[in-house]
């Protein structure tokens, strides 16, 4: 079945940086559009980042743009997101999706 398993949150002051990875399983990897989605604290879930398949597209939310970059190995069958220049507002859980699914998500905390 599918499997994403998110890692790399953490705390890190504002300005800071941080590299999200999500490592996939049970399905072919590099033929699906990935994506990153957020949840923060009593709020709803809020869609960050996609890439195409191949990686030759790439789209982010406009709060992000500039900050954020998100990429894929294919060969590792791995998601990334590198996240710069890190702001307060974006503390929340970080999830790695293929479509509707999801994995256990990783906690990034952004504070001074």
């Known amino acids: 079945q599918v499997q994403l398993v998110e890692s790399g949150g953490g705390l890190v002051q504002p300005g800071g940086s941080l590299r999200l990875s999500c490592v996939a399983s049970?399905?072919?990897?590099?033929?699906?559009?990935m994506s990153w989605v957020r949840q923060a604290p009593g709020k709803g879930l809020e869609w960050v980042s996609e890439i195409s398949s191949g990686g030759g597209s790439t789209d982010y939310r406009d709060s992000v743009k500039g900050r954020f970059t998100i990429s894929r190995d294919d060969a590792k069958n791995t998601l990334y997101l590198q996240m710069n220049n890190l702001k307060p507002e974006d503390t929340a859980v970080y999830y790695c999706?293929?479509?509707?699914?999801r994995g256990q998500g990783t906690q990034v905390t952004v504070s001074s």
């Open positions: 049970g399905f072919t990897f590099r033929y699906y559009t």
């Open positions: 999706s293929k479509g509707a699914q």
